[in-house]
């Protein structure tokens, strides 16, 4: 009984042992290092004082262009929030330089090609691309927005306003019966059509040089593009 009793003391008193030595490491451990404090999205003289109060030194490794933070606040960090550190060590940090902002180039006059590879240059992009007639040949920009020499965000939407050309006019085919082959080409060229081609017949109902039918027939659409046959008699 005695025996077991002397086991029971010399159990706790190892255990006794054990537990204060993992509390002294854990004290002298917690007095030599701090947790990173988190600094993102803070101003650098924000970050700067978390860091010392965490007993840890404070150093910009660099700055780049951010879409999301304020110029001068922190992007990233390291060692991330959160960890241990050892007390002395140092809290590296990333700042913004807030928005990177280029100049829009001039497209206005330049063919769609050309332009889209000049807003790529200039790191801008085409969102958006309207087409109207006009006067201008096909696939001439027009109008721009931005405007030309605007200052504005790096990858900025763009617009553009572009010729689809002349407008195609429709009209409504004459009736060319019976009119002299030469009045009736002359006819065609007040609308801006040239005549395809002039088929001489002998048609007995018709006077000599004279319009006895004509491709499209009378009354039929007929664009500036199209072109007109014409059927004449002949002596």
């Not at 039918?213 to 500036?224: E, S, V």
Request: glycine share 10%; aromatic share 6%; proline share 10%.
């Amino acid at each position: 009984m005695r025996v077991l009793r002397w086991v029971l003391y010399a159990c706790l008193f190892g255990l006794g042992v054990a537990a204060g030595g993992y509390l002294l490491i854990r004290i002298s451990f917690s007095g030599t290092h701090a947790v990173v404090p988190p600094v993102v999205g803070l101003t650098s003289a924000q970050a700067q004082f978390e860091a010392r109060r965490a007993h840890l030194l404070f150093a910009v490794q660099d700055e780049r262009y951010d879409l999301t933070t304020p110029k001068g606040n922190v992007v990233t960090q390291n060692p991330p929030a959160g960890m241990e550190a050892r007390r002395g060590n140092t809290l590296a940090v990333v700042l913004s330089k807030g928005i990177e902002r280029v100049d829009m180039p001039d497209v206005l006059g330049r063919r769609m090609d050309e332009a889209q590879i000049g807003l790529r240059q200039a790191r801008v992009r085409l969102v958006s691309t309207a087409f109207i007639h006009g006067p201008q040949p096909a696939q001439t920009v027009l109008a721009q927005d931005p405007p030309p020499d605007a200052v504005v965000p790096r990858d900025s939407d763009v617009s553009l306003l572009v010729s689809a050309g002349p407008p195609s006019y429709v009209f409504v085919t004459p009736d060319l019966s019976g009119m002299p082959a030469q009045r009736a080409q002359l006819e065609l060229q007040g609308y801006g059509i040239q005549a395809a081609s002039v088929r001489t017949v002998k048609d007995p109902s018709a006077p000599p040089g004279t319009v006895a039918g004509q491709t499209p027939a009378p009354g039929m659409p007929l664009g500036r593009q199209d072109m007109v046959q014409l059927t004449v008699s002949g002596p």
